[in-house]
Structures are given as structure tokens and as C-alpha cells.
């Protein structure tokens, strides 16, 4: 595998919307996430995070707090990761991974209340189960019903 170039995480602003609305998924992927255009929108609860490569944007992800995170867990400085991908032209190169490395210095910088990342992966999706575990999630053993079937809770303490 190539070495990636440097990969860092930034908050969605203006410049990156054009890419993000030229992000692709193949069928089988598009199944378990959201595109970012579906995602794009900023509140005081939702994030929106890009991963950027050499100024592009590569992945997209949302972290959440607020009322939609109980669903979730029980610590209230949790937040939730939903809607990562990676565009399908440059999957494969380790961004994601890298991508997920970064979320733990990046949520201390800009989310310093927040200890603790929470995810829910289809039981079918075992890219991503594979993903995250390498990365430091962990299994709680909870189990959620989604609109594709039932959804392994994972978290990550950051």
C-alpha cells in the first residue's frame, strides 16, 4: 500500500461543498450510510467533519450531541459518529483509518467536554466492524434495531 498523504479533520465550511456533493459510494456501501449532501446541515447538535487530503475532501463523517446521543448511551458527554464515507475514488488508501486515528485529538480540541464516541454499525457491515475495532472501538454487546436489521453499539473513550 502507497503511503496517503497527510490526512487531517476539519469542520464542513463553504470550499468543500462542491466536492462533497461529487461523493460516490457503490450500491452495497450506500446501504449502511448517508451521502455527506444528505448530511451537510450544521446545528448546535451536528457536526459535520470532513477528512481532508491535500486540501481535498476524501471522507465524510457527523458527530451529534444532544438529545439524539441517549439513544445511544448513558454518559452525557458522549457524542455520536454517524455517516462516515469515503468517496468511492479514493477508498482504499487508508483514509478512513486515518481518519478515525484523528478523531480522538480532534474531538479534544474541539469538543474538550466530550469523553467518549459512540457509533451504531450494521451487523452486516463487517468493513466497518473491522474499521473500527482496529482503530479502538469497542463492542458493548448492546444491540439496536435499524432500518437494515439489527446494529452492533460500539464506543471509543477519548
Known amino acids: 500500500m502507497k503511503k496517503i498523504n497527510e490526512v487531517v479533520l476539519k469542520r464542513n465550511k463553504a470550499e468543500y461543498i462542491e466536492s462533497l456533493k461529487g461523493f460516490e459510494l457503490p450500491k452495497e456501501q450506500e446501504q449502511f450510510t448517508a ?3 444528505e448530511m451537510l446541515e450544521t446545528t448546535h447538535e451536528r457536526y459535520p467533519i470532513v477528512i481532508v487530503s491535500e486540501d481535498e475532501p476524501v471522507g465524510f463523517f457527523v458527530l451529534h450531541s444532544g438529545v439524539r446521543v441517549k439513544e445511544y448511551t448513558d454518559n452525557p458527554r458522549a457524542m455520536l ?6 468517496n468511492h475514488s ?7 483509518k486515518k481518519g478515525m486515528e484523528l478523531l480522538n485529538g ?7 467536554e466530550c469523553n467518549e464516541i459512540v457509533l451504531a454499525v450494521n451487523n452486516k457491515n463487517i468493513p466497518a466492524q473491522k474499521l473500527y475495532e482496529k482503530v479502538g472501538y469497542k463492542d458493548t454487546a448492546r444491540r439496536k434495531i435499524g ?12
Do not use: D, N
Not at 459518529?81 to 469515503?86: E, F, G, P
Open 35 to 37: 451521502l455527506p449532501t
Open 81 to 86: 459518529l454517524t455517516a462516515l464515507s469515503i
Open 90 to 96: 479514493q477508498q482504499g488508501k487508508g483514509y478512513a
Open 106 to 112: 480532534f474531538v479534544h480540541q474541539e469538543f474538550p
Open 147 to 158: 432500518k437494515l436489521g439489527e446494529q452492533m453499539i460500539f464506543i471509543l473513550s477519548v
